[in-house]
């Protein structure tokens, strides 16, 4: 069996992670694609990354982002965002030359979305494991990963040097596969494997399970996983609500919240922030559970990705006033 460790405490160091920052900027009817002029909603601050991070500091933990953006107003709403809500924003670049990463999105009559991003050519795209990133690793106490951000020049260096520094100290780590199958079958197949398998805590969406463990059935993903190390499981089922499986056989259900949906963009990194700050809080892991589906429900409520983020004091009012499914 290979190395399983706790979610380290609060007092270990701040929650670190790395990759693209963006802004989204939204159609304001549902459609298909962006091939005819329309009307459009935004700038609003973005990126898997910097909505998990935010909400991280949103609940009082310690915060930090290595990343990358423009010397332009997409860049500025940004940083004032993190900033204001107490991320450590000393590790994200300013680049005179590339601006801004964005993402256009257009939602489908069937509730599907259309993407238009600018990332790779963008200031997102040219993230390096800068002395201030050097830093800001040689402090944290633990590591999160996205799969999605690491096809971006420059993550995989900065990966592997937070991983061995937050674990020198005593530290943890969580993953979000955040990948199709097609690519942990690809040419990452070995990265991403190692990155499930150096997991404190694992927090895939739906078939994402399977596909990291190679299996077609549930029971048996989440038994191959914990035999290769990872500490816990928390699948995220979206309305349905979150299920915690941990290495000791245990499995705890958590029904979702019922609210109306306005934009899902963001709700698992918003739920996964949750889940982790909470836990490194000491929290139960039903507890954490609890908060983390109300933290993902009450984001799909408002527009933008960013925008529906809470605190412990407003993640009390909405579960007080909010029924959840049966």
Do not use: W
Not at 114 to 143: C, K, M, W
Not at 219 to 229: T, Y
Not at 298 to 317: I, K, S, Y
């Amino acid at each position: 069996m290979s190395r399983r460790s706790e979610i380290a405490a609060e007092a270990a160091g701040p929650t670190i992670v790395a990759g693209e920052i963006l802004v989204e900027i939204m159609a304001t009817e549902q459609g298909l694609g962006f091939l005819e002029p329309l009307a459009l909603m935004g700038p609003y601050p973005s990126g898997a990354p910097a909505i998990f991070i935010d909400q991280v500091a949103k609940l009082g933990g310690g915060a930090g982002i290595v990343a990358c953006v423009g010397r332009d107003d997409f860049g500025t709403i940004n940083l004032e965002r993190l900033k204001r809500d107490g991320v450590d924003i000393s590790a994200v670049s300013v680049s005179d030359r590339f601006p801004t990463g964005s993402a256009f999105v257009r939602y489908r009559p069937d509730g599907g979305r259309d993407f238009v991003y600018n990332i790779a050519e963008s200031a997102a795209g040219q993230i390096r494991l800068t002395p201030e990133a050097r830093r800001l690793a040689d402090d944290a106490g633990h590591l999160h990963v996205m799969g999605s951000t690491l096809s971006v020049a420059g993550l995989k260096e900065i990966v592997a040097y937070a991983a061995k520094a937050v674990r020198g100290r005593g530290g943890s780590t969580s993953f979000d596969p955040n990948v199709r199958k097609e690519l942990i079958d690809g040419a990452d197949g070995a990265l991403l494997s190692a990155l499930v398998d150096d997991a404190d805590l694992l927090l895939p969406s739906g078939d994402e399970l399977l596909a990291a463990a190679g299996v077609n059935d549930e029971k048996e993903a989440v038994a191959a996983l914990i035999a290769r190390g990872v500490g816990e499981i928390v699948l995220k089922r979206g309305a349905a609500g979150s299920t915690r499986f941990g290495a000791d056989g245990s499995r705890i259900d958590c029904a979702g919240f019922l609210v109306e949906e306005v934009d899902p963009t963001g709700a698992g990194d918003c739920f996964g922030a949750t889940y982790l700050t909470c836990r490194r809080k000491g929290m139960e892991p039903a507890k954490a559970l609890f908060y983390a589906n109300a933290a993902g429900a009450r984001n799909v409520t408002r527009r933008g990705p960013m925008e529906g983020l809470a605190g412990f004091d407003v993640l009390d009012d909405f579960i007080a006033g909010t029924a959840r499914a049966t």
